[in-house]
């Protein structure tokens, strides 16, 4: 499966940007996706996932924030960011684990194929 991300840029903060992040290869409905994040200098970090039945799960950190969904027939995952801070500055890389039973996971180590990254600065 190869996934590649897209949509990053340098936004001011309080205003929305859409990720995405198109996948092929694979047989993108029985995989769960999800986003992670990395700021400069910090550890990467789960954002959010979105399993094969559409249930979503977010870090504490976006949640009412961000939304995660997906389009099977498109097979594209997207992450709408609402209210951006710059603390929401980073690289966000899309990841997939196919799971036919629909698990996810926070850790980025259960996650088998990731895409290259797109770098989202958030200015004050």
């Known amino acids: 499966v190869q996934l590649q991300a897209s949509g990053g840029g340098l936004v001011q903060a309080g205003v929305s940007l859409t990720l995405s992040c198109a996948a092929s290869?694979?047989?993108?409905?029985?995989?769960?996706m999800g986003w992670f994040r990395q700021a400069p200098g910090k550890e990467r970090e789960f954002v959010a996932a979105i399993n094969r039945g559409g249930n979503t799960y977010y870090a504490d950190s976006v949640k009412g924030r961000f939304t995660i969904s997906r389009d099977n027939a498109k097979n594209t995952v997207s992450l709408s960011m609402n209210s951006l801070k710059p603390e929401d500055t980073a690289v966000y890389y899309c990841a997939a684990k196919f799971s036919i039973e629909g698990s996810y996971s926070y850790s980025e180590s259960w996650y088998t194929y990731w895409g290259q990254g797109t770098l989202v600065t958030v200015s004050s």
């Open positions: 290869g694979g047989t993108f409905g029985s995989y769960t």
